[in-house]
Protein backbone atom coordinates (compact mmCIF):
# COMPACT_ATOMS: atom_id res chain seq x y z
CA UNK A 1 0.00 0.00 0.00
CA UNK A 2 1.46 3.52 -1.54
CA UNK A 3 2.18 5.97 1.76
CA UNK A 4 -0.68 8.68 1.08
CA UNK A 5 0.61 11.50 -0.88
CA UNK A 6 -1.55 14.30 -2.39
CA UNK A 7 -0.11 18.04 -3.71
CA UNK A 8 -2.31 20.76 -2.44
CA UNK A 9 -3.65 22.51 -5.74
CA UNK A 10 -4.53 26.54 -5.73
CA UNK A 11 -2.72 26.77 -1.98
CA UNK A 12 -2.26 30.57 -1.89
CA UNK A 13 -5.50 31.41 -3.42
CA UNK A 14 -7.15 28.96 -1.04
CA UNK A 15 -5.72 30.93 1.94
CA UNK A 16 -6.23 34.30 0.38
CA UNK A 17 -9.81 33.84 -0.41
CA UNK A 18 -10.74 31.70 2.80
CA UNK A 19 -8.92 34.55 4.76
CA UNK A 20 -8.93 32.49 7.72
CA UNK A 21 -8.22 34.29 11.37
CA UNK A 22 -7.27 33.47 14.75
CA UNK A 23 -9.81 31.67 16.77
CA UNK A 24 -11.78 30.91 13.80
CA UNK A 25 -13.83 27.30 12.94
CA UNK A 26 -13.23 26.36 9.59
CA UNK A 27 -14.04 23.37 7.73
CA UNK A 28 -11.98 21.22 5.22
CA UNK A 29 -14.53 18.74 3.84
CA UNK A 30 -11.74 17.15 0.97
CA UNK A 31 -9.31 16.74 3.91
CA UNK A 32 -6.85 14.89 1.64
CA UNK A 33 -3.12 14.85 3.00
CA UNK A 34 -4.53 17.46 4.99
CA UNK A 35 -2.33 20.22 3.32
CA UNK A 36 -4.73 22.83 3.04
CA UNK A 37 -5.79 21.93 6.27
CA UNK A 38 -2.24 22.51 8.11
CA UNK A 39 -2.17 25.86 6.29
CA UNK A 40 -5.60 26.67 7.53
CA UNK A 41 -4.27 25.72 11.22
CA UNK A 42 -1.41 27.91 11.20
CA UNK A 43 -2.98 30.84 10.04
CA UNK A 44 -5.68 30.55 12.62
CA UNK A 45 -3.05 29.55 15.77
CA UNK A 46 -3.78 29.98 19.22
CA UNK A 47 -7.29 29.20 19.10
CA UNK A 48 -8.72 27.94 15.71
CA UNK A 49 -10.31 24.60 15.13
CA UNK A 50 -9.99 22.68 11.80
CA UNK A 51 -12.67 20.25 11.24
CA UNK A 52 -11.26 17.75 8.45
CA UNK A 53 -13.94 15.16 6.94
CA UNK A 54 -12.89 12.71 4.39
CA UNK A 55 -14.57 9.34 3.11
CA UNK A 56 -11.08 8.02 2.06
CA UNK A 57 -9.23 5.76 5.59
CA UNK A 58 -5.98 6.39 4.05
CA UNK A 59 -6.46 10.04 3.97
CA UNK A 60 -7.54 10.02 7.59
CA UNK A 61 -4.51 7.97 8.76
CA UNK A 62 -2.37 10.37 6.99
CA UNK A 63 -4.19 13.20 7.92
CA UNK A 64 -4.12 12.45 12.07
CA UNK A 65 -0.36 11.77 11.80
CA UNK A 66 0.29 15.07 9.84
CA UNK A 67 -1.58 17.01 11.92
CA UNK A 68 -0.50 15.60 15.15
CA UNK A 69 0.66 19.18 15.98
CA UNK A 70 -1.80 20.68 16.30
CA UNK A 71 -3.24 18.42 19.51
CA UNK A 72 -7.64 19.17 19.33
CA UNK A 73 -7.27 22.05 17.60
CA UNK A 74 -7.43 19.22 14.91
CA UNK A 75 -11.02 17.95 14.47
CA UNK A 76 -10.87 14.72 12.18
CA UNK A 77 -14.05 13.18 10.97
CA UNK A 78 -14.28 9.93 8.72
CA UNK A 79 -17.30 10.44 6.65
CA UNK A 80 -18.55 12.51 3.77
CA UNK A 81 -18.57 16.11 3.61
CA UNK A 82 -22.47 15.64 2.33
CA UNK A 83 -23.25 15.11 5.96
CA UNK A 84 -21.94 18.09 7.22
CA UNK A 85 -24.96 19.19 9.73
CA UNK A 86 -24.76 16.11 10.89
CA UNK A 87 -20.43 15.72 11.54
CA UNK A 88 -20.45 19.15 13.49
CA UNK A 89 -23.46 18.59 15.40
CA UNK A 90 -21.96 15.69 16.72
CA UNK A 91 -18.69 18.04 17.47
CA UNK A 92 -21.05 20.42 19.44
CA UNK A 93 -20.23 23.45 16.62
CA UNK A 94 -23.45 25.23 15.53
CA UNK A 95 -21.98 27.65 12.82
CA UNK A 96 -18.51 28.11 10.99
CA UNK A 97 -16.50 30.73 9.54
CA UNK A 98 -15.22 29.21 6.72
CA UNK A 99 -15.99 25.74 4.14
CA UNK A 100 -13.44 24.63 2.18
CA UNK A 101 -14.03 21.77 -0.98
CA UNK A 102 -11.30 20.63 -2.92
CA UNK A 103 -13.19 18.21 -5.14
CA UNK A 104 -12.20 15.11 -6.89
CA UNK A 105 -9.81 11.92 -6.96
CA UNK A 106 -6.62 12.75 -5.14
CA UNK A 107 -3.34 11.98 -6.46
CA UNK A 108 -2.44 9.47 -3.88
CA UNK A 109 -5.71 7.82 -5.24
CA UNK A 110 -5.41 7.80 -8.64
CA UNK A 111 -1.16 6.84 -8.15
CA UNK A 112 -2.46 3.79 -6.02
CA UNK A 113 -3.63 1.10 -8.77
CA UNK A 114 -5.43 -0.81 -6.12
CA UNK A 115 -7.88 1.61 -6.09
CA UNK A 116 -9.19 1.18 -9.35
CA UNK A 117 -9.40 4.54 -10.23
CA UNK A 118 -6.57 4.75 -12.92
CA UNK A 119 -6.68 2.76 -16.63
CA UNK A 120 -2.82 2.99 -15.98
CA UNK A 121 -2.48 -0.40 -14.36
CA UNK A 122 -4.29 -3.11 -14.32
CA UNK A 123 -5.96 -3.20 -10.78
CA UNK A 124 -9.83 -4.47 -9.20
CA UNK A 125 -12.48 -2.40 -10.66
CA UNK A 126 -12.89 -0.47 -7.43
CA UNK A 127 -13.20 3.48 -7.43
CA UNK A 128 -14.48 3.92 -3.77
CA UNK A 129 -13.48 6.75 -1.85
CA UNK A 130 -14.33 4.98 1.05
CA UNK A 131 -13.14 1.79 0.97
CA UNK A 132 -15.29 0.52 3.74
CA UNK A 133 -18.64 0.40 1.87
CA UNK A 134 -20.76 1.07 -1.02
CA UNK A 135 -20.82 -0.63 -4.17
CA UNK A 136 -17.94 -0.43 -6.56
CA UNK A 137 -17.25 0.66 -10.47
CA UNK A 138 -17.18 -3.53 -10.95
CA UNK A 139 -20.69 -3.48 -9.31
CA UNK A 140 -22.22 -1.01 -11.59
CA UNK A 141 -20.16 -2.14 -15.25
CA UNK A 142 -22.05 -5.24 -14.37
CA UNK A 143 -25.13 -5.20 -13.02
CA UNK A 144 -26.74 -1.02 -14.76
CA UNK A 145 -29.04 -2.12 -17.96
CA UNK A 146 -27.31 -0.89 -21.31
CA UNK A 147 -29.93 2.30 -20.39
CA UNK A 148 -29.18 3.18 -17.21
CA UNK A 149 -25.23 2.45 -18.06
CA UNK A 150 -25.47 4.70 -21.15
CA UNK A 151 -27.20 7.56 -19.09
CA UNK A 152 -24.12 7.22 -15.93
CA UNK A 153 -21.89 7.62 -18.78
CA UNK A 154 -23.62 10.59 -21.07
CA UNK A 155 -24.31 12.43 -18.10
CA UNK A 156 -21.17 12.13 -15.75
CA UNK A 157 -18.73 11.69 -18.33
CA UNK A 158 -19.86 14.22 -20.77
CA UNK A 159 -19.38 11.24 -23.48
CA UNK A 160 -21.08 11.48 -27.16
CA UNK A 161 -19.81 7.52 -27.47
CA UNK A 162 -21.46 6.61 -24.43
CA UNK A 163 -24.48 4.54 -25.92
CA UNK A 164 -21.86 2.37 -28.29
CA UNK A 165 -19.44 1.88 -25.02
CA UNK A 166 -22.61 0.86 -22.87
CA UNK A 167 -23.37 -1.95 -25.94
CA UNK A 168 -19.45 -3.03 -26.06
CA UNK A 169 -19.43 -3.23 -22.08
CA UNK A 170 -22.92 -5.20 -22.46
CA UNK A 171 -21.76 -7.53 -25.05
CA UNK A 172 -18.43 -8.59 -23.24
CA UNK A 173 -19.95 -9.40 -19.72
CA UNK A 174 -21.80 -11.98 -21.04
CA UNK A 175 -18.93 -13.82 -21.64
CA UNK A 176 -17.32 -13.04 -18.75
CA UNK A 177 -17.59 -10.32 -16.17
CA UNK A 178 -15.34 -6.93 -16.34
CA UNK A 179 -13.38 -6.92 -13.19
CA UNK A 180 -10.17 -5.00 -13.98
CA UNK A 181 -9.51 -1.21 -15.14
CA UNK A 182 -7.21 -2.66 -18.09
CA UNK A 183 -10.23 -4.89 -19.20
CA UNK A 184 -12.76 -1.83 -19.33
CA UNK A 185 -10.30 0.73 -20.76
CA UNK A 186 -9.92 -1.84 -23.80
CA UNK A 187 -13.66 -2.03 -24.50
CA UNK A 188 -14.04 1.84 -24.19
CA UNK A 189 -10.90 2.28 -26.99
CA UNK A 190 -12.85 -0.22 -28.96
CA UNK A 191 -16.00 1.21 -28.81
CA UNK A 192 -15.11 5.04 -29.85
CA UNK A 193 -13.95 5.18 -33.73
CA UNK A 194 -10.03 5.79 -33.83
CA UNK A 195 -10.86 8.96 -36.19
CA UNK A 196 -12.35 9.92 -32.66
CA UNK A 197 -9.86 9.75 -30.04
CA UNK A 198 -8.46 13.28 -28.48
CA UNK A 199 -5.05 14.35 -28.53
CA UNK A 200 -4.78 15.34 -25.01
CA UNK A 201 -7.01 12.51 -23.00
CA UNK A 202 -7.25 8.96 -23.20
CA UNK A 203 -10.97 7.41 -24.95
CA UNK A 204 -11.01 5.88 -21.83
CA UNK A 205 -11.02 8.91 -19.53
CA UNK A 206 -14.51 9.94 -19.61
CA UNK A 207 -16.29 7.00 -18.57
CA UNK A 208 -13.72 6.32 -16.01
CA UNK A 209 -14.97 9.70 -14.71
CA UNK A 210 -18.73 8.67 -14.63
CA UNK A 211 -18.52 5.63 -12.94
CA UNK A 212 -16.05 7.23 -10.28
CA UNK A 213 -18.78 9.86 -9.88
CA UNK A 214 -21.89 7.80 -9.94
CA UNK A 215 -19.87 5.10 -7.29
CA UNK A 216 -19.31 8.28 -5.19
CA UNK A 217 -22.02 9.84 -5.53
CA UNK A 218 -19.87 12.93 -6.45
CA UNK A 219 -23.05 15.16 -7.23
CA UNK A 220 -25.18 14.44 -4.72
CA UNK A 221 -22.75 15.32 -1.98
CA UNK A 222 -21.71 18.42 -3.43
CA UNK A 223 -25.15 19.57 -3.34
CA UNK A 224 -25.84 18.45 0.08
CA UNK A 225 -22.70 19.67 1.37
CA UNK A 226 -22.37 22.91 -0.08
CA UNK A 227 -26.47 23.80 1.00
CA UNK A 228 -25.40 22.56 4.79
CA UNK A 229 -21.88 24.71 4.92
CA UNK A 230 -23.49 28.15 3.64
CA UNK A 231 -26.28 27.37 6.21
CA UNK A 232 -23.82 27.02 8.92
CA UNK A 233 -21.57 30.04 7.88
CA UNK A 234 -21.92 33.12 9.95
CA UNK A 235 -21.90 36.83 8.58
CA UNK A 236 -18.56 37.28 7.02
CA UNK A 237 -17.75 33.53 6.70
CA UNK A 238 -16.25 32.46 3.22
CA UNK A 239 -17.17 29.04 1.22
CA UNK A 240 -14.09 28.32 -1.08
CA UNK A 241 -14.48 25.53 -3.61
CA UNK A 242 -12.00 23.85 -6.28
CA UNK A 243 -13.53 21.84 -8.84
CA UNK A 244 -11.78 19.90 -11.72
CA UNK A 245 -14.94 19.34 -14.16
CA UNK A 246 -17.61 20.77 -15.64
CA UNK A 247 -20.23 19.00 -13.85
CA UNK A 248 -18.94 20.11 -10.46
CA UNK A 249 -18.18 23.54 -11.32
CA UNK A 250 -21.36 24.06 -12.40
CA UNK A 251 -23.23 23.16 -9.50
CA UNK A 252 -21.28 25.39 -7.15
CA UNK A 253 -21.54 28.73 -9.94
CA UNK A 254 -25.15 27.97 -9.54
CA UNK A 255 -25.44 27.65 -6.03
CA UNK A 256 -23.46 30.43 -5.19
CA UNK A 257 -25.89 32.60 -7.85
CA UNK A 258 -29.06 31.10 -6.04
CA UNK A 259 -27.97 32.31 -2.78
CA UNK A 260 -26.49 35.40 -4.10
CA UNK A 261 -29.46 36.73 -5.40
CA UNK A 262 -32.44 38.62 -3.80
CA UNK A 263 -36.29 38.70 -4.66
CA UNK A 264 -37.42 36.07 -7.00
CA UNK A 265 -41.21 37.35 -7.17
CA UNK A 266 -42.65 37.81 -11.12
CA UNK A 267 -41.48 41.26 -12.57
CA UNK A 268 -44.63 42.58 -11.94
CA UNK A 269 -45.68 42.53 -8.63
CA UNK A 270 -45.39 45.63 -7.28
CA UNK A 271 -44.42 44.81 -4.08
CA UNK A 272 -41.79 41.38 -3.16
CA UNK A 273 -43.99 38.41 -1.45
CA UNK A 274 -41.11 36.16 -1.55
CA UNK A 275 -39.00 38.00 1.28
CA UNK A 276 -35.92 36.55 0.09
CA UNK A 277 -32.69 38.37 0.69
CA UNK A 278 -29.28 37.38 -0.36
CA UNK A 279 -27.28 35.42 1.70
CA UNK A 280 -23.79 35.61 -0.49
CA UNK A 281 -21.43 37.68 -2.13
CA UNK A 282 -19.92 36.29 -5.06
CA UNK A 283 -15.80 36.88 -4.77
CA UNK A 284 -15.03 35.42 -8.18
CA UNK A 285 -16.43 36.57 -11.36
CA UNK A 286 -14.75 34.08 -12.79
CA UNK A 287 -13.16 30.90 -11.38
CA UNK A 288 -9.53 31.29 -10.30
CA UNK A 289 -7.10 28.74 -12.19
CA UNK A 290 -3.61 27.85 -11.30
CA UNK A 291 -0.61 30.09 -12.47
CA UNK A 292 2.17 28.96 -15.31
CA UNK A 293 4.58 28.15 -12.33
CA UNK A 294 2.11 25.64 -10.67
CA UNK A 295 1.25 24.00 -13.91
CA UNK A 296 4.98 23.37 -14.19
CA UNK A 297 5.05 22.15 -11.07
CA UNK A 298 1.65 20.08 -11.07
CA UNK A 299 0.45 19.28 -14.61
CA UNK A 300 -2.47 18.15 -12.50
CA UNK A 301 -3.77 21.31 -11.33
CA UNK A 302 -4.24 22.11 -15.32
CA UNK A 303 -8.02 21.81 -14.81
CA UNK A 304 -8.50 22.94 -11.13
CA UNK A 305 -11.30 25.73 -10.96
CA UNK A 306 -11.64 28.19 -7.59
CA UNK A 307 -15.13 29.74 -6.78
CA UNK A 308 -15.53 31.95 -3.37
CA UNK A 309 -18.13 33.27 -1.98
CA UNK A 310 -18.64 35.00 1.13
CA UNK A 311 -22.00 35.05 3.96
CA UNK A 312 -23.88 38.29 4.30
Not at 210 to 216: H, S, T
Request: charged share 25%; glycine share 10%.
Amino acid sequence: MATFHHVSVLADEVMQFLAPVSGGVYVDGTLGGAGHAGHILEATAPAGILVGIDRDPAAIRAAKARLAPFGDRARIVHGSFGDLAQHLANLGIEAIDGLLLDLGVSSHQLDAPERGFSFQADAPLDMRMDTTTGVTAADLVNSLSHGELARVIREYGEERWAGRIASFICTAREEDTVWTTVRLAELVKGAIPRKAWEERIHPATRTFQALRIAVNRELEELEAGLAAGIGMLRPGGRVVVISFHSLEDRIVKNSFRSHATGCVCPKGLPICQCSKLPELKILTGRPVTATAEELAANPRARSAKLRAAEKM
